[in-house]
């Protein structure tokens, strides 16, 4: 399984990113991709989730009503929709599936 986010970068406060997460390899029709971020001297934290169906996601409590996932199966592709995003949101971000992790992409959000 590989997984490769892109669509990081630097955004002002209240600005707008959507990264992207492609799938490939033998993927696992049943499991959910869940976004995690690193901010910088942190650990990493689960930010949110999706189903495969795409029905469903989860979200850590910051971050709600914020930032919002989303699927293309057919382009094996996961989103994670970032709006009005704060300082406090810088981090790498990464995709996850079935104990495989992306490479991670950065995102800076300046005050």
């Known amino acids: 399984v590989q997984l490769v986010e892109s669509g990081g970068g630097l955004v002002q406060t209240g600005g707008s990113l959507r990264l992207s997460c492609v799938l490939s390899?033998?993927?696992?029709?049943?499991?959910?991709v869940a976004w995690f971020r690193q901010p910088p001297g942190k650990g990493r934290e689960w930010v949110a989730a999706?189903?495969?169906?795409?029905?469903?996601?989860y979200y850590k409590d910051s971050v709600k009503g914020r930032f919002s996932c989303s699927r293309d199966n057919a382009q094996n592709t996961v989103y994670l929709q970032m709006n009005r995003l704060k300082p406090e949101d810088t981090a790498v971000y990464y995709c996850?599936?079935?104990?495989?992790w992306g490479q991670g992409t950065q995102v800076t959000v300046s005050s």
């Open positions: 996850y599936l079935s104990g495989f």
């Open positions: 390899g033998d993927t696992f029709s049943d499991d959910a």
């Open positions: 999706i189903n495969w169906q795409g029905d469903s996601q």
